[in-house]
């Protein structure tokens, strides 16, 4: 009987045993330890990051391998960090690595680099300086790019913000100017060209050559005077030009150039004493009113013959006076910087119903009367103050065909169209051999 007894508690005994160990495995374990969810993808703005994790710790801590994640704070629910802002060209990774007692996570952070969409370009910006330039761009960074302006473009300022690059000089009156301006952001700096006009602090009408008589030239402040804050003033240093400051701007006298030469000075327009603008003023020794008087026709044998020229159309023109005919047409024009008359072929004055007078050529022999159209000679000067003369020379018709130039004479034509069918004969008065004119 004892040892049914005995025997049947020794298995409640094993019975109890089994059971106790099937209750501690299946009792849950706490977790040390664990990442939940993560920010780990990031803009190149950057921005604030959460690690969710679960932990039986109190303490948990978290650091860093890079500088730019810095950890806010850490405990057993989560980890919060902040990722700067990166101007890097490519993508960046840092670590971060959180400890609870002796478990350890890492966790891996990337953030994109720096792009800043705009290209190469040039602009000008306002003369006046009133008015700014603005030109847009677009970044992933929160940021302004960083704007660089050459220590020398003091007359220049930009700023850059949101999307923004806003550029502004200062009133420009002494000259045309330029300057590159650098934008950087991310991998791809940017130039800009700037390039900016003047403006004219006086109104000042120069022709590109003078003639050789005296003219005078007003100057007026234009309304920009108002805006400097200088004393500015006009001079010349030739004796030739005479330069007045008056209240309303100023006055410019130029001389007649009788000095044998073609003349040049310049007129500057200073500031505070400083040069601003130089204006040339270029002289002939000649003019259309030069040749204007009386000149002495010369012919090869000696014999001389006084005649007049005077004003037929200004500046084109004159009529040849002093010849059997009068109010010969004389032309006026400039070949290769040398003032040359030039006498053609042409109608003259018609006498009646049925006589028209022509101004024929004649050739070397004297018998030859060339009325072609084209024919005629024309009459250079010759550059020279204290030997004015005027040679007749060939126009370039008479050897290109086989005749030598030899003065000219007037001829009767029964029409208005010279040929040798209208040709009625000689008129009373001939002009073989001229060689110059003087005076």
Known sequence: MKKIFWYMMALALIGCAFTACNDDEDKVQPVVLEVVQSDVDFAAAGGVGTIQIKSVE???TATADQPWVTINNANAKAVNFTVAESGESLIRTATITIKAGTAVQAVSILQAPATMVMENQTITVDATGQAATTITYETSMTSDPVVTVPADATWLTVTAHAGELTF???LNYTGERETVVKVEQGWKPVEITVKQDMVQLLTFEVPEMNDRDAITVECVPTEYMAMTSGNWDVQSPNDWITVTKTDAGCTVEVAENNSGAVRTSTVNVLMDGKVLTTYTFKQKIYS???????WTFSYDSGTTLKVTLRENVAGESYYLNGLYYNNVVIGYTIVNDVPTLTLHY???????????????????DQARYIYTA??????????DENNQKLTFVDNGMWA??????????????SGPQASSSTATGNSAKRYARIEHMTR
């Not at 259309?288 to 009386?294: A, S």
């Not at 084209?374 to 550059?383: A, D, K, L, V």
């Open 58 to 60: 109190s303490t948990v």
């Open 168 to 170: 502004k000089g200062d």
């Open 288 to 294: 259309y009113n030069f040749f204007l008087g009386d």
């Open 346 to 364: 042409q109608y003259m004055k018609q006498i009646n119903d049925t006589t028209w007078i022509f101004l024929c050529p004649r050739d070397a």
């Open 374 to 383: 084209g024919y005629g000679f024309n009459i250079p000067y010759s550059m």
């Open 400 to 413: 290109s065909n086989g005749y030598t130039m030899h003065g000219f004479a007037f001829y009767k034509f």
